[in-house]
């Protein structure tokens, strides 16, 4: 009996929780195209990566797990005459970054809101 107590205390002192976090590869304006959350590896933790073309556009994001390495920095870069400002910024509890709102809506949900889109679109309001 004291070797399953020993064992128990040593399963419980020494296990390593898994740290869960959103996930999203890419967002576009606050929508994520594709995500969910996802586990980490140990001595990872979780991220949210914003790129920004202006300083009032953040239009792209992504969000998941990472290593410490590079966290909390905002780096300054150039792609073809284009500046734009990346900014990672790490937290370490569970599903702490911001989750983008998800996006995934059946083919046919598309199709409604096109078709009322284009319903309203076409009438006139006379006053």
Do not use: H, W
């Amino acid at each position: 009996m004291p070797f399953y107590i020993n064992m128990l205390c040593f399963a419980v002192c020494f296990s390593v929780e898994s740290l869960t976090c959103n996930q999203c590869t890419l967002s576009v304006f606050g929508f994520c195209l594709s995500g969910g959350t996802e586990t980490c590896a140990a001595n990872n933790t979780c991220y949210s990566g914003r790129i920004s073309i202006v300083s009032s556009f953040n239009g792209f994001s992504r969000l998941g797990c990472r290593e410490m390495a590079g966290c909390n920095a905002t780096t300054n870069s150039t792609l073809l005459s284009v500046t734009f400002t990346t900014q990672i910024t790490c937290c370490s509890t569970d599903r702490c970054n911001n989750a983008a709102t998800s996006t995934k809506m059946t083919f046919s949900a598309v199709i409604g809101a096109a078709v009322l889109a284009s319903v309203l679109g076409n009438q006139s309001i006379y006053v």
